[in-house]
């Protein structure tokens, strides 16, 4: 029986047995193995074979033919390249000046190149720069030049108190704004920038003046006020005609109230001739992506030459989102700023004597009637009281086209003058009904009972509400 050993459980196999195996069995393979303590090696010598005389003979001369041709060929490359000239001690200063100015020649090609790029960079222009002409005054100088004509606006309603901003028109005291800023005011006031402060009047009360309303117009949004004071700074008017899309546009007023007063914002003008529809209202507006927030209303639109050529309306912007801008343009104001210092009122607009609301989907669908406005009052003695519309009755077309809204119906009849014959239809008991009606004349000073105003968002939430509540689901 064999016996394991403590080294990994190998037979315990003596010396001679361990040579007398690795003699025998690997030989002839030339492998080195070691067992135990003792070594044994077995190399594997093959016999040299000697080489003849002739073959050393014929190498040596092959190595001298091989050394020959490359000097050849080196020489015939270099005379290609050099001209077939010789080297030299002239050939050789005239290859090195002739590299060293072509070094410097690369040289100063990549330094020029470097400066190239380098004043491309900077000469880079702004976007202001790309929207301003060559004559363009700077933005500092347009701030400075247009700010001591900026106001603000502050009003009291039964709601509160609004604030605004305002444009000085002249130098005794008239000043412009937005008629939705001065809308239901029971008081207001103006308060001046501070380059128009006292050294006297050390908390400025003397920049706050008493104004009063001269006459608003709330179809294009445009009311005129007018204080107390002389010497003014009054702004210069451009040309809202003149513009062009793509062109700076900068704003100044008083956003999120009269902490932030005096704010200058800058963009372009985005869209000309902007037809949007506010209150019922369609209005044409200048477009601008320059910030116009809460506050900013009655602004001033300025140009690259410090010109005002539009009004700015805070309330047009939030009707339609954020990053757009809207204005009024300066050449349709100030025809209406006219007629209301003139007059307190713009003559000849022509007026239903109707106010209603429209109809909305839900009304529609529910009562299965056709879309339009209700009429919700008229006005005595006007057109369409003499004709015999009726309140609850719902205007459906005029002069002959279907209408769905209020605002339509105020896009076609804006386009007839007082004293006008226009036909109303109406929806009245499952029949239309046609009305000829003589148009009036918009003559009110005060705008708030102005007819064709739409019905609150509120009033409409609490008519519907009044109207569900009717029924115990």
């Keep these: 029986m064999n016996e394991f050993n403590n080294n990994n459980g190998y037979n315990n196999y003596d010396s001679e047995q361990q040579n007398s195996y690795n003699a025998q069995n690997y030989y002839s393979y030339g492998y080195q ?11 594997y010598k093959p016999e040299k074979k000697k080489k003849g005389k002739g073959k050393k003979i014929l190498a040596g001369i092959v190595g001298v033919l091989a050394v020959a041709a490359i000097g050849t060929t080196s020489i015939v490359g270099y005379n290609l390249v050099t001209g077939g000239k010789l080297v030299g001690s002239d050939d050789s200063s005239e290859s090195s000046a002739k590299s060293a100015a072509a070094s410097k020649d690369v040289a100063t090609t990549q330094n020029k190149q470097a400066e190239k790029e380098e004043t491309v960079t900077r000469e880079v222009p702004t976007i202001m720069q790309l929207s301003s002409p060559d004559d363009a005054m700077k933005i500092t100088d347009i701030v400075k030049k247009v700010s001591p004509s900026v106001v603000g606006i502050s009003t009291v309603t039964r709601q509160g108190v609004a604030k605004g901003t305002g444009i000085i028109m002249t130098e005794d005291g008239y000043i412009i704004t937005n008629a939705h800023v001065v809308d239901g005011a029971q008081s207001i006031s103006v308060l001046l920038p501070n380059s128009y402060a006292d050294e006297s009047d050390s908390d400025n009360s003397n920049l706050t003046i008493a104004a009063t309303l001269v006459g608003k117009d709330t179809q294009t949004d445009i009311a005129v006020l007018k204080v107390d004071k002389t010497g003014l700074t009054k702004a210069e008017f451009g040309k809202s005609s003149d513009l062009q899309v793509g062109e700076a546009a900068i704003v100044i007023g008083n956003p999120l109230g009269f902490e932030l007063a005096n704010s200058v914002t800058a963009g372009i003008i985005s869209a000309l001739d902007r037809t949007i529809t506010v209150d019922d209202r369609t209005m044409n507006t200048i477009q601008t992506d320059a910030s116009i927030n809460n506050g900013n ?53 022509p007026t239903t004597g109707i106010t209603g609301e429209t109809v909305s989907n839900v009304y529609s669908q529910y009562y299965n009637i056709p879309k339009g406005f209700f009429v919700r009052s008229i006005k005595e003695g006007s057109g369409a009281k003499a004709a015999g519309i009726q309140v609850n009755d719902i205007i459906i077309g005029v002069e002959g086209k279907l209408i769905e809204s209020l605002s339509e119906f105020n896009n076609v009849v804006k386009n007839y003058k007082a004293g006008d014959t226009i036909k109303i239809s109406v929806y009245r008991n499952g029949e239309i009904i046609d009305f ?14 102005d007819d064709q105003r739409t019905t609150s968002e509120e009033e409409l939430y609490r008519q519907y509400r009044e109207f569900f509540n009717q029924f115990p689901f």
């Excluded at 193995?33 to 190399?43: D, K, P, R, S, W």
């Design 297 to 349: 209303s009655g602004g001033p639109l300025i140009n690259s030459y410090g010109q005002v050529v539009g009004i700015t309306s805070a309330k047009v912007t939030n009707t339609y989102g954020e990053g757009l801008g809207f204005a009024i343009p300066i050449d349709e104001a100030i025809p209406i700023v006219k007629e209301l210092i003139a007059n307190g009122y713009v003559t000849g607009r």
């Design 33 to 43: 193995q070691g067992y135990g303590t003792e070594t044994n090696e077995v190399v």
């Design 436 to 449: 000829d009606v003589v148009l009036d004349e918009l003559s009110q000073k005060e705008e708030s009972t």
